[in-house]
Structure formats: structure tokens, C-alpha cells
């Protein structure tokens, strides 16, 4: 898995500050998560060839995590895709989006899907042969969804001596990875676990933006490989994260530590601050592997 | 007046390269003329006291022409803004822009005023202290409408040498600037023409973006100081510009040639073209006085 933060600001884009967007290769798959305004001319910068995106998960109807998505839809039809495109969002999304598209007179000709949210219950809302993805319901001013990416587990791996060791028919290999046993010619079984390693392990990774401090999110995400939480503030804005529904570090940190994730990645940092570091320091007194998310930082989950 | 241009592409935007917005300074009066996506990156860019903005104009509904105007709109709400904003623009943009504040749950403090225009004659929109604002019926794929700024006249000024010679009183040169005559003390009259030269002239801008060739735009922008015509495409692709209902250089020249202007910037460039001078080159077949728009520069008018 790998993660390219498109924009990690809060509220408004700036120079040289995007709002939300992720784009998260998962075995090859390209996903967006969210879409701030401005998304599609990052992409652009950052080189990605965008037209693989085929799956979109926006978390929330505030500007600064959606705004970029009706001109990111125009131009895929502009670009010829005939590609089939999902949209996962909050309901609402659908109707904001092609009423845009209807008074243009400028339908897709690519078929568009919209998958539009309204549980409070965390669901399974897309089992893709590669992944998975679930939401994480949260606790914002308006209806919030985070999204648990999850990696199948791959095929099993060949052991190359073992299989010398016992001459195991080429035709066999295909049964091996899928974890069979083999049937030798003398009737005979040969355990699977002979043959073969464990696959690699799978990767996780949660995106959690924007919310409230919400301990029993750490249930919900316990374990996963990388967490990204969203940090609007720092300590000393306590109050303004109450009232607006955001976290600190130190509360994004508590619940890394209590789901005994890997690694925090933070991000959605307030304008007021300049001096990032604190964000590291105030996240470290609960945990300690912590990043700060940067518009086209790539990170290896 | 002075204009500056924040994107002349067309389409969709791409790495150096905004699509339509415009911003028009109208005796201190800032104006914005279209929105493409990341408008308010471009204007916090240039530097730009975006807050005075209180009137802004979309010729039409298609994105690469109003995108960025939810964005800016919010940007509004949170940077605290109090004063009314002005949004003139085709039927279908209040709708566009309330519903995705009303799903945001983020209604603007400041009062938005929506004109909606549905007239395929011309109007006059804005009846400002320092200008009016007209509409342009043009010929596109959706309905569409240029603008016609005008400068109001100015007062006249006070000629400083035949004000001493005749002794006027100071109380009397508001009523020299309104054109007035003076009356003596012994009950004469001095002749406004005496005292005053004529006011500088005032200034007119013409912005005709999207549009097939009209040539009954001519009559419209008779003798108007600055004209910015959409020019999509060169000769060689008249046949996508009939069929795409955009101009060629040539036709945007014809129109400045007949409406007898001063000067004519082209803009709204197709991403198919490397060599820019090739418009300046086919205009000039038409029309003598023809600049290139360009993201970021500044018309002096």
C-alpha cells in the first residue's frame, strides 16, 4: 500500500496548502479519498496518471473534503473515459453532482455510480478482489464516515526447495497457492504446509477525518497497519475542537494507542499554526511512531 | 480600469494553466467575471484583497467556468465576511450553490444575493454609483451571457488657472464638478465651460466568453474600449468550432473590427495549441491591436 497525501489542510485552500485528498494504491488499485478543491490539478502536478482512479470515498459534504469532485468528473469525460467511476459519500452527494452535470447539459459518458451513506453503523461497502473497504462512522457537525481499507490476504507463497524436495507437478502450483493439499499419483497426500509459505501479511489502513475526539473508534480500527486521524488543533485550542467537532494531536494519539496501530500519520492542521513540530510533540506523550501528513508526501504503509 | 487575468484556459484546468476568471477593477471597485476551479488559489496567489470582491458575474453553467465559486463562497463565510455578495449568472446557479450549503449545514453570515438571468435579449443588470453592467447574449451550448462594463463619467474637472482668474468661491466647486454654472454676487453668470475641462473619458470592457461566431455581438460592443473574445481554436480546426459552438481568432477579430474597438485580448485557449502567436498572427488578418490573455497578467485599459 501506498499513500500520497493530495492536501492535508483545513477550511480553505491556500498557497501552497490544498484541502483533504488521498490517493491510496492498494496492490495496484488507484482510490481517491476525498476531494478538496483543486484535487485534480495536484494529481497533475504530482504526475499520477489519474485516469486509474476507479473508486472515490468522500467522507463528509464540507467544502474543503468535496469541492474538487464535480470538476475531477468533467474532466475524466473531457479525457474520453469510458471507464465506470464510484462514488462513495454521504447522501446528497448524487444530487449535488448531477444537477451540476444536468444544468451543463454535460452527462458522463462513462457510467458514474453513486453509493450514497446514511448508516450510523460501521458496513462493508465495497469487497473488491484486492480489498475491502468499510466505514468508520464519526462524530462531525455534519454525517461523517472514515473508510478501513483492508488488503486480502495474497496466495501462498511457493517454497522453491520444498517443492524440488518432493517433485511436485507444475500443474500443482495453482493448487498450492490457494492452500490445497496435493494428491500424489500413489494416491498419497502431501500437506499443503510442506509446500508452502505464508503469504505476505495484509496492510490496513484507516482514514479518520474529520472528528471529534471518539474513543470507540479504537475498537473499530484495532490493529490496523497505518491510521491516519485527522489533528486540527493543538492543546491549547481544546475548546475550539469541542465546539467545531476536531481533534487534537493528543487526542488522535490516544486513540492510535489504544487501537495499537502501527503508525499515525496526522493531518487537517489548522491554519493558525506554524510551527508543525508540536503536533509531533503533543501526539507523542501517547504515542510514539507519529508523521505529519504534507501536500505530496508519499508514504510506503 | 484595470484587468486582470486569472485564467484563460479552456476546459479543464491543468499544472500552470486556470481556466476562466477575470477580476476587474473598476474605479477601486473589484468585480469577478467567472470562477474557474481554484480562483481563490489564484487570487491569494496574486496577492489580491479578494474580500473587497462584491459582485461576481458566471457567463454560464459549465465548470470550467464557475467551479471554484462554492469554494470562494466559503472561503468567504470562514474568513468572517459581513458585506452582501452579488451573484449574476444564468438560472440554476442559486440552486447549484444552496444546496451544497444547505447539506454542509453552512449557510454564509454575509447575505448572498442571487440574479438570476433567463432574458436572450440584453439588460441592464447593475446600475452602480461608478458603473453599470450589461448583459451579452451569446450563441453556446448552454445558455450564456457576456458582460458589458461601463464606466460612468466622472465629474469635471476644475481648470486651476481660469478658477483664479475669475476668483470663484471655494463653496462653488462641488456644483463646477456637477457641470453647474456659477452665479456672482452681482448676479452674473459664469459659464461652466469658463472653469471646468472635460471629465477623462470613461472606459468600457466587453467580456464575450463562451461563443460561436455572432456577428450581431458587433452592434452590442460598438466603439467599447477593450474587448476579451473567447478564441478556442485556430483555422485549421473551424470545423470543431462550429460543431463545439466556440470562435476562431479570426472570427473574435472580425467581431473587434467591426464593433470598432480599441483593443482586443483573446483568451479561453484549447490545450491542443503549443504556438500562441499563431492567434496573435490569424487576428491580425482583421484587426491590428490584439494581445494574448495569460494567467496572471494585468491589462492596464
Known amino acids: 500500500m501506498q499513500l500520497t497525501i493530495l ?13 483533504t485528498a488521498q490517493l491510496l494504491d492498494i496492490k495496484g488499485q488507484l482510490v481517491l479519498i476525498d476531494c478538496g478543491e483543486g484535487t485534480q490539478m495536484q494529481l497533475r502536478k504530482l504526475g499520477v496518471k489519474f485516469a486509474r482512479i476507479q473508486h472515490i470515498f468522500i467522507s463528509h459534504l464540507h467544502g474543503d ?32 453532482i448531477t444537477l451540476q452535470l444536468k444544468l ?3 452527462w458522463t459518458d462513462y457510467d458514474l455510480y453513486f453509493h450514497e451513506l446514511t448508516s450510523l453503523d460501521s458496513e462493508l461497502i465495497l ?37 524440488e524436495k518432493y517433485v511436485v507437478d507444475i500443474a500443482d502450483m495453482e493448487n498450492l497457492k490457494q492452500g490445497k493439499d496435493i494428491i500424489q499419483s500413489d494416491g498419497s497426500i502431501l500437506a499443503n504446509q510442506l509446500l508452502t509459505l505464508d503469504p505476505e501479511p495484509s ?23 497505518s491510521l491516519y486521524h485527522e489533528a486540527t488543533f493543538l492543546d491549547q485550542h481544546q475548546d475550539l475542537a469541542v465546539k467545531t467537532k476536531h481533534s487534537t494531536a493528543a487526542e488522535a494519539a490516544q486513540i492510535a494507542a489504544t487501537a495499537e496501530v502501527n503508525q499515525l500519520i496526522l493531518g487537517h492542521f489548522s491554519s493558525r499554526y506554524s510551527d508543525m513540530n508540536a503536533f509531533v510533540l503533543q501526539a507523542q506523550r501517547y504515542f510514539q511512531n507519529v508523521h505529519l501528513a504534507e501536500d505530496g508526501k508519499i508514504f510506503d504503509l
Open 7 to 19: 492536501g492535508c489542510n483545513a477550511a480553505t485552500p491556500r498557497k501552497n496548502a490544498q484541502t
Open 203 to 225: 496492510k490496513s489502513y484507516a482514514f479518520c477525518s474529520d472528528t471529534a475526539y471518539l474513543p470507540e473508534l479504537a475498537k473499530r480500527i484495532q490493529g490496523v497497519s
Open 104 to 106: 451543463a447539459k454535460s
Open 127 to 163: 469487497d473488491h478482489e484486492k480489498f475491502t473497504v468499510e466505514t468508520l462512522p464519526l462524530n462531525h457537525r455534519v454525517y461523517t464516515n472514515g473508510y478501513l481499507f483492508r488488503e486480502k490476504t495474497g496466495p501462498r507463497k511457493i517454497d522453491k526447495v520444498a517443492v
Open 65 to 96: 473534503h468535496f469541492y474538487g469532485l464535480i470538476g475531477l468528473i468533467s474532466t475524466f469525460r473531457l479525457l474520453g473515459r469510458s471507464a465506470d467511476l464510484h462514488i462513495y459519500g454521504p447522501k446528497g452527494i448524487k444530487e449535488i
